[in-house]
């Protein structure tokens, strides 16, 4: 019987001990949102403590306060709205009472009160320039703060279209502890393959392209099975583009070769292919082998022959 009674007690005991952990580890936080517009406008609140959604916190009014209660597993990014204003006022979450005193007209002023991270930001930006920060002071922050939780945060708001990609993926590949967890690093962390061109070697992103009778096509059902595949990005204007497909198709008519001229399609410079392919001029040559993967990118006509030899 004894026995029995302790077998019980410890499968019991074990999920009793789980909650408690995991209630432990979590965070609750308060936000309290000081408004002068209470009764004439509603506020919203969305954390972003997980991969791909945020999730809204509703709120409660007392005295004429905003008051946000919950729980998140490690500090997080958060957005306050009000129907008043569609600009976000961006903050940071952390396991403490937080006060905001919201402004109306311009939401990203308004005085935070009671979080190190927010109180790190503003900092920051007032350092560096509250309206126009140079890029070369918040690269110096994150540069010497990589576990900061606001780093992740800076990267993808002010250095991601400023820097060129092989620093941003530097960047995040040194991210660390919470910064490297936040919903800002798991987003970086997550697009770097996008952030960074395909290189030699890599599979041809797939992308659709439009042809001279503006009809669409995705790339990989016209490359072909044979051991080299040209793919020229050009324009029907470019007589240089002209003058390589002329070239190409002379040297080596035994290999395919698929032109995609940019201004077939009206996308013109932001089209699938260009994005995908992060290509910045014109004319441009890839190789791709009946794998599917990039033998050579812009390679000059001379390597093309030592190559194929």
């Known amino acids: 019987m004894q026995q029995v009674i302790r077998m019980m007690a410890r499968r019991l005991l074990l999920p009793i001990f789980v909650l408690l952990i995991s209630y432990s580890s979590a965070q609750t936080f308060r936000v309290t949102v000081k408004t002068e517009t209470t009764g004439k406008c509603r506020m919203?609140?969305?954390?972003?403590?997980?991969?791909?959604?945020?999730?809204?916190?509703?709120?409660?009014?007392?005295?004429?306060?905003?008051?946000?209660?919950?729980s998140v597993s490690q500090p997080c990014y958060a957005e306050l709205k009000?129907?008043?204003?569609?600009?976000?006022?961006?903050?940071?979450?952390?396991?403490?009472?937080?006060?905001?005193?919201?402004?109306?007209?311009?939401?990203?002023a308004s005085p935070i009160i009671g979080s190190r991270s927010n109180s790190l930001l503003r900092y920051l930006l007032e350092q560096c320039g509250q309206y126009n920060p140079p890029t070369e002071c918040i690269a110096l922050y994150v540069k010497q703060n990589p576990e900061s939780l606001i780093t992740p945060y800076l990267i993808d708001r002010y250095l991601i279209k400023a820097s060129n990609k092989e620093a941003i993926y530097e960047m995040v590949q040194s991210l660390t502890g919470e910064a490297a967890k936040s919903y800002h690093g798991r987003k970086l962390t997550n697009n770097l393959q996008t952030m960074i061109p395909a290189a030699e070697g890599d599979i041809i992103p797939a992308f659709v392209f439009v042809d001279t009778q503006k009809n669409s096509h995705k790339i990989d059902t016209l490359l072909s099975d044979s051991t080299y595949n040209f793919i020229l990005i050009g324009a029907s204007w470019c007589t240089q583009?002209?003058?390589?497909?002329?070239?190409?198709d002379k040297e080596w008519p035994q290999y395919k070769l698929t032109t995609i001229n940019i201004d077939n399609d009206k996308k013109g410079w932001d089209a699938p292919c260009i994005q995908a392919l992060k290509i910045d001029h014109i004319p441009y040559i890839?190789?791709?082998?009946?794998?599917?993967?990039?033998v050579a990118r812009e390679p000059e006509l001379w390597e093309i022959k030592n190559m194929i030899k």
Request: net charge neutral.
């Open 44 to 70: 919203f609140l969305h954390v972003y403590d997980n991969d791909t959604t945020a999730r809204a916190i509703k709120s409660k009014i007392i005295e004429n306060e905003f008051i946000f209660e919950g």
């Open 286 to 294: 890839l190789i791709v082998d009946k794998d599917k993967r990039i």
């Open 82 to 108: 009000s129907s008043l204003n569609s600009k976000p006022l961006r903050f940071f979450i952390e396991n403490n009472d937080i006060t905001i005193k919201y402004n109306n007209q311009n939401p990203e």
């Open 241 to 248: 583009c002209n003058d390589l497909r002329y070239k190409i």
